[in-house]
Structures are given as C-alpha cells and as structure tokens.
C-alpha cells in the first residue's frame, strides 16, 4: 500500500511540473497513449490538451484541438522533454568528453 502512495505522489508530482511549465508530456496507459500539455489536474485526474496545426504539405488544413482527461489510478508512465538537442549539438556534447 506505501508502494502504490508513493508512486501515485510521484506521478502527481511530475505532472503538476509539467502544468507549471507548460510542458507536453506522453503519458501511456494500458491501452495506448495520450500526449499534451497539462491544463487541470487534481487528485484524481489530469486534462491534457493537444493541439494539431498542419504543416505546409498536408492535405488536411485544419487546425484541431483534442482534450484528453485521463484517470491518474489508470497512467502507466509519464515521459516529457527535459532538454533538445540538434544532432551537431548532441555530437558536441558527446566530444567534450
């Protein structure tokens, strides 16, 4: 029971970050998975909004917006960028070494 609380805080945690920041995360569940950036989030769920805004090349013109709100019991894991890099950046950093 510790176990499950502690992970839980920890999972709240990164997400309330994640809404502070307004950073996208990738959150997956048993079924699939859901990315956006966080706009709500209690002690049970979390709403993620994506936006979709087609480049150059698409067919489809349209501009989308999909809400996702997600029951936190049911998240798997949450993944969001900490830091990105260009490949010639990355390569610099492997140099320095």
């Known amino acids: 029971m510790k176990k499950k609380k502690l992970k ?7 997400i309330e970050e994640a ?7 990738s959150i997956q569940v048993s079924q ?10 209690d002690s049970q769920y979390v709403e993620l909004v ?5 480049n150059e090349d ?3 013109k349209d501009y989308q917006r999909t809400v996702w709100l ?6 798997i894991a ?15 950093l492997l140099n320095q070494e």
């Open 78 to 92: 949450v993944a969001y960028p900490m830091e990105m890099w260009t490949k010639d950046r990355f390569e610099q």
């Open 32 to 41: 699939g998975g859901f990315f956006g950036i966080p706009v709500y989030l």
């Open 58 to 60: 698409d067919d489809d």
């Open 70 to 75: 997600i029951k936190l019991s049911e998240i």
């Open 50 to 54: 994506n936006f979709y805004i087609p």
């Open 8 to 14: 839980s805080n920890i999972l709240y945690q990164r």
């Open 19 to 25: 809404l502070q920041q307004g950073t996208e995360v």
